[in-house]
């Protein structure tokens, strides 16, 4: 059977990742399950595309399998798009998720209901044998509020209410939240391109 990894040291993201591909037709892994040393890959991209397709292609070339690797993050419009690409080192280099939402409460705190808008980002670069596959990506526009609230999710989700809800995602169930959740869209999309790289992989067999 062929492996499918996950290229991420992040239990969360690891938990609600393992949820999306449930039943899928593959073993499906993570870095947690590879037991060579693998070099640290530096995320200094520009775009959350640029650090996926990074971190895909390196690890590519040191596991046997296929290899999706995601940057995701936060843009807030009134912050002219921070934190972005650095939402997990927002505070600090070695911040914790409530370090990043207590200083983007406080980067917010006279920003007024009407010009809180932000739109969460995922991006998933899909890549086997040091080449790139293929990408996904997805989008999930909502507002941060005034306060966290919630005890689910991770990040920046106690802050995060999605268009047309009343809660934020740390108030969500995870299979409610990944129907709808920026990670949950390109994940989708993702399979569908790996399902469909595995079915031209097995009819060029020999």
């Known amino acids: ?9 992040n239990k969360n993201k690891k938990k609600e990742i ?15 399950d590879v037991k060579i040393h693998l070099p ?22 040191y596991i046997d399998g296929i290899i999706l690797a995601d940057d995701s993050g936060l843009v807030v419009e009134a912050l002219g798009g921070k934190p972005g690409v650095r939402s997990s080192r927002f505070a600090h280099t070695k911040a914790t998720d409530r370090e990043n939402n207590e200083k983007l409460l406080k980067l917010m705190q006279k920003v007024p209901a009407r010009e809180r808008q932000a739109t969460f980002v995922c991006v998933i670069a899909i ?9 996904s990506e997805g989008q999930c526009k909502g507002t941060i509020g005034f306060e966290a609230k919630g005890k689910g999710g991770f990040g920046y989700d106690p802050l995060f209410t999605p268009k047309g809800y009343n809660r934020t995602f740390a108030q969500f169930a995870t299979l409610s939240k990944n129907r709808i959740s920026h990670r949950g869209k390109a994940l989708r999309q993702a ?16």
Do not use: D
Not at 1 to 9: D, E, L, N, S
Not at 18 to 32: P, Q, R
């Open 1 to 9: 059977m062929r492996q499918v990894i996950i290229a991420t040291r």
């Open 18 to 32: 393992e949820k999306l591909f449930k039943g899928f037709k593959a073993k499906v892994s993570s870095l947690y």
């Open 40 to 61: 640290h890959v530096i995320e200094n991209g520009e775009t959350f595309r640029q650090n996926a397709i990074k971190k895909a292609l390196t690890f590519s070339r």
């Open 127 to 135: 890549a086997e044998n040091g080449n790139l596959k293929g990408l």
């Open 191 to 206: 399979k569908t391109i790996v399902q469909k790289h595995l079915l031209e992989a097995g009819r060029t067999r020999p």
